[in-house]
């Protein structure tokens, strides 16, 4: 059954990075990677709030855990199409923009995580008081 769910959920987030990478190529273009960025920050961002609110609730079924972070969140994020992305900027000679892709998607993927986190401990403080 847990395959099952992460599969259902890997097809809602894969579904949901094709909507933001056609969104992001219609405003934006095709030059630079903006779509996959986005996805990775956002789905990082997201990460944190869920591991940090599950770790707080226990309420949380495992089924519903791996539906929404390796099923959707998994689907969604795209660390094998950053990799892609990078080399292929860096083989076109865009070095630049290669290495400006790599720290920025690491650094805001990782911030985004860690605000995730921040947001969800705020947030329980206050209920906790």
């Known amino acids: 059954m847990a395959y099952l769910i992460v599969f259902l959920g890997a097809g809602i987030g894969g579904a ?17 990677p903006f779509g996959t960025l986005s996805v990775n920050v956002a789905g990082s961002f997201v990460m944190g709030v869920l591991a940090e609110y599950f770790a707080l609730r226990s309420g949380f079924s495992q089924e519903m ?15 094998s199409t950053f990799s892609l992305d990078a080399i292929s900027l860096w083989e076109r000679g865009e070095w630049g923009n ?32």
């Open 65 to 79: 855990r791996l539906f929404l972070t390796t099923g959707i969140l998994g689907g969604f994020t795209t660390f």
């Open 98 to 129: 290669a290495a400006a892709y790599v720290v920025i998607s690491l650094v805001l993927s990782l911030a985004g995580l860690l605000a995730g986190l921040a947001i969800i401990r705020f947030l329980a403080q206050g209920q906790a008081a």
């Open 16 to 32: 949901a990075r094709h909507g933001v990478n056609q969104l992001a190529a219609h405003l934006f273009g095709v030059a630079f």
